[in-house]
Structure formats: structure tokens, C-alpha cells
């Protein structure tokens, strides 16, 4: 059983580039949360999905970030324009339910240069 | 929304030491909560669950306390590979997300 996969590992972005982070939640997992971290500090929740659903995007800056979760295919989290302040690790993690453990990838690091 | 405190540490331990961590939640609704590690520049791992009032696993042994609403976690006979930042999770009932605590960062030292 496969476990919670991300990618690209790591990319680099120019500013005002597009950046996309995939995320294919463990078989079985129909929840997906997504989480930015800076060095040094902790995991900041973004946003909650369920298949096709925005459950929670609290978290999420109001522009230029946007996620999804489609009936098929991974979970993505897109930022548009991206600028410097931007760059940082961006984990995804899926759970079988909103009450269970949830497991996570191995993030993907977002440089913006 | 819904708040996890932990002491952020850092906590330094000698090798050999017993250490605890608190964490307190204001959900008192909670029924399930979950112990992650992260090392630095890693995803955090899943370390314990708990469902009821505790669990043990080998040196670790995660306490619930509802009536004071916190979760501890006992780190016995530490090794040097304990260091890493250890996370509570509290799943909020409803449509909200799993909320993580800052993190408490543990230092064994030889």
C-alpha cells in the first residue's frame, strides 16, 4: 500500500511564475489536507478537501492560492504569481476520515527565485 | 478555531534521561488524538495514537487526561535518535481539519 506521494519533490520557481504541487492521498483516503511550513516554525493548515469538496480553506490566502481535489486524479495546489515569500515546504496529508490518523508525504519544497 | 498549546522547549535531555511533554486542547469533544514526530527538513510521522486513556509502545507512553483536557507523552531511557520535534494532534469534530500543536523540540545529548 502505497503511501501518501507528492510531487515534485522539490521546485523552483521564477517570481510571477505558476507553481503546481500534486498530491496523491494513500488508497483508501478520501481526506486531504495540505499544510505550509517555513524553517524553524510550524505546520500552518491551509486546506481540507474531500472528493470534488472544499471542506475547510481557512488557511489558504485569499489570492493567488486555489486547491482541488478531483474525482479522479491528485490533489493540487496551484499558486499563481508566485513571489518570494511563497517559498517553503508544502505537506500534503490524507486520512480515511476527519477523526482518524492522517499520514504524510514527503512534501515538496518551493523555492522562488 | 479550536486551539492545541504545547511548550515549544527546546527540551535537553542527557541520553538515558525520562522526559514529558504536555500538550492541552480546548475541544473537550475530542475523542481521538495523535502523538507525530517531524525531524528537521522531514514530513512528520505518526508516532502514537489514542483513543481512550493512554497507550504504550516500547519507551513511549501517551496519557490522556480529559478532565484537565491535555495529552502528555512520556519519552523513557531517550537515545540520541529521539531528537526531533514531537507534535499533538487534535482531530475538531465536524467539517474542520486536524489542528497541530507548534511542536516540542527534544535534544538528547550524549
Known amino acids: 500500500n502505497a503511501g501518501v506521494m507528492q510531487n515534485p519533490r522539490h521546485l523552483v520557481r521564477r517570481r510571477g511564475q505558476e507553481a503546481r504541487l500534486r498530491c496523491s492521498p494513500m488508497?483508501?483516503?478520501?481526506?486531504v489536507y495540505w499544510y505550509r511550513q517555513l524553517p524553524e516554525e510550524g505546520l500552518k493548515f491551509m486546506v481540507y478537501?474531500?472528493?470534488?469538496?472544499?471542506?475547510?480553506e481557512s488557511g489558504m490566502p485569499k489570492e493567488r492560492f486555489s486547491a482541488e481535489f478531483p474525482k479522479e486524479g491528485p490533489s493540487i495546489l496551484r499558486i499563481q504569481q508566485v513571489v518570494r515569500g511563497d517559498s517553503a515546504a508544502y505537506f500534503c496529508?490524507?486520512?480515511?476520515?476527519?477523526?482518524?490518523?492522517?499520514?504524510f508525504g514527503q512534501g515538496t519544497r518551493l523555492t522562488v527565485v | 478555531r479550536k486551539e492545541v498549546e504545547q511548550d515549544p522547549g527546546p527540551f535537553n535531555v542527557p541520553e538515558g534521561a525520562t522526559v514529558a511533554f504536555n500538550c492541552t486542547y480546548s475541544?473537550?469533544?475530542?475523542?481521538?488524538f495523535f502523538w507525530y514526530r517531524q525531524d528537521c527538513r522531514k514530513e512528520p510521522k505518526l508516532l502514537m495514537s489514542?483513543?481512550?486513556s493512554g497507550n504504550e509502545d516500547g519507551r513511549f507512553t501517551a496519557q490522556l487526561n480529559r478532565a484537565s483536557q491535555y495529552i502528555s507523552l512520556l519519552i523513557r531511557d531517550s537515545k540520541l535518535s529521539d531528537s526531533a520535534t514531537y507534535l499533538c494532534?487534535?482531530?475538531?469534530?465536524?467539517?474542520?481539519?486536524?489542528?497541530f500543536g507548534k511542536g516540542t523540540r527534544l535534544s538528547v545529548i550524549a
Open positions: 494532534v487534535v482531530p475538531d469534530s465536524g467539517n474542520t481539519p486536524l489542528v
Open positions: 488508497k483508501g483516503h478520501s481526506h
Open positions: 475541544n473537550s469533544a475530542s475523542q481521538s
Open positions: 496529508a490524507s486520512s480515511q476520515d476527519s477523526n482518524t490518523e492522517a499520514f
Open positions: 478537501l474531500q472528493k470534488e469538496n472544499i471542506i475547510d
Open positions: 489514542v483513543y481512550s
